[in-house]
């Protein structure tokens, strides 16, 4: 079955280490992107991609770097640059189009997230 | 991309219409208004798009107003399944190159036996 699957769906980390979030999905999306979430709180975008190649920050981007040399990759490095990096990360991907003169975002399929804990 | 106003709660009896209000009142000409849901732990699900007119799946219904600037999510008969924190975004070409939907807090609507 087509989907994002995201690994490891719990990860405990040593302050001072970075570690990697892996991203796949199989659904041939163009853009990807990852964001962070916090206990009670919305969705934050760190980082995103709509190419191969290429990437955007987000509105959270310190302490965070990705990568995509492949249309179905997009990993999330949390490095020890992130001051709180104790929080759930969900991976997205989506088809970008135009549709009907418009530029439109399409639907976001999410993954399953990444909990991450600082001990 | 336009901001969005929800109520922080609601309740709803099982098996009654659940109905989500939304305000945007600075949505564009060109910004779709998104429905997505998050169940506890979970990625956030897809519900529902629109622009103009009043759309419906087999999830639920959309309605916006005529001059778009709020809209309401219609779950017609609400399961405890169903039981989520609802979010309304309103997104559209950023013009710099970004597709980005922000996520705020949403409605945390708790279906009620």
């Known amino acids: 079955d087509g989907g994002i699957t995201q690994s490891p769906k719990y990860l405990f980390r040593k302050e001072g280490q970075n570690v990697t979030l892996s991203c796949e999905q199989n659904?041939?999306?163009?853009?990807m992107y990852w964001y962070r979430q916090d206990p009670g709180q919305g969705l934050r975008l760190i980082y995103y991609?709509?190419?191969?190649?290429?990437?955007q920050k987000g509105d959270i981007a310190e302490g965070y770097s990705v990568s995509r040399e492949k249309k179905e990759s997009f990993p999330l490095t949390v490095t020890s640059a992130q001051k709180n990096p104790t929080a759930f990360y969900l991976c997205?991907?989506?088809?970008?189009?135009?549709?009907?003169?418009?530029?439109?975002?399409?639907?976001?399929?999410f993954g399953e997230g990444s909990r991450l804990t600082v001990l | 991309d336009a901001k969005t106003t929800q109520p922080p709660s609601m309740d709803c009896a099982e098996g009654r219409a659940a109905n989500l209000p939304c305000n945007h009142s600075?949505?564009?000409?060109?910004?779709?208004v998104y429905w997505y849901r998050q169940i506890h732990s979970q990625g956030p699900q897809y519900i529902i798009h629109?622009?103009?007119n009043n759309e419906t799946n087999e999830m639920a219904s959309l309605i916006i107003t005529e001059d778009r600037k709020s809209s309401t999510l219609i779950l017609p008969h609400a399961t405890l399944r169903d039981t989520a924190v609802y979010y309304c975004?309103?997104?559209?070409?950023?013009?710099?190159?970004?597709?980005?939907?922000?996520f705020g807090k949403g409605t945390k609507l708790s279906v009620i036996p």
């Open positions: 997205a991907s989506s088809i970008k189009g135009r549709t009907s003169g418009f530029w439109n975002t399409g639907e976001l399929f």
């Open positions: 659904l041939n999306h163009d853009a």
């Open positions: 991609s709509q190419i191969v190649n290429d990437f």
């Open positions: 600075t949505i564009s000409g060109n910004e779709y």
């Open positions: 629109g622009l103009k």
């Open positions: 975004i309103v997104s559209g070409w950023s013009g710099a190159g970004s597709y980005q939907l922000t």
